[in-house]
């Protein structure tokens, strides 16, 4: 089991940039491929990013494609969600994710573990 604790959201206006952070404890964290998924109201959780184990291989929504970046400190048991030139349609309760599938996973059912969310709001 892991636990998993989210940080660094917040309020910023359009074309600004956030990063979240995503601490676990419980087992090192290279046990698990870690992802990033958003909710906002009225709307179904989706996927935003992931990264396996190691940090080789990364997977992206289109729609962040080229703004935001996943990345994992697995010494420290961090993985972290750089987001710039953030836009209104990003706004959203973030959430980290762990997962013990063999290959990168793109779907939430997939992921066992979940962190209490951090909410990102973006005006414009």
């Known amino acids: 089991q892991v636990q998993l604790v989210e940080s660094g959201g917040g309020s910023v206006q359009a074309g600004g940039s956030l990063r979240l952070s995503c601490a676990a404890s419980?087992?090192?964290?290279?046990?698990?491929?870690m992802g990033w998924f958003r909710q906002a109201p009225g709307k179904e959780r989706e996927f935003v990013a992931a990264?396996?184990?190691?940090?080789?291989?990364?997977e992206y929504v289109d729609s962040v494609k080229g703004r935001f970046t996943i990345s994992r400190d697995n010494a420290k048991n961090t993985v972290d969600l750089q987001m710039n030139s953030l836009k209104p349609e990003d706004t959203a309760l973030y959430y980290c994710?762990?997962?013990?599938?063999?290959?990168?996973?793109?779907?939430?059912?997939?992921?066992?573990?979940w962190g209490q969310g951090t909410q990102v709001t973006v005006s414009s």
């Open positions: 994710a762990a997962s013990m599938a063999v290959a990168v996973r793109v779907d939430p059912a997939h992921f066992g573990s």
């Open positions: 419980g087992r090192t964290s290279n046990t698990y491929i």
């Open positions: 990264i396996s184990r190691m940090g080789s291989r990364t």
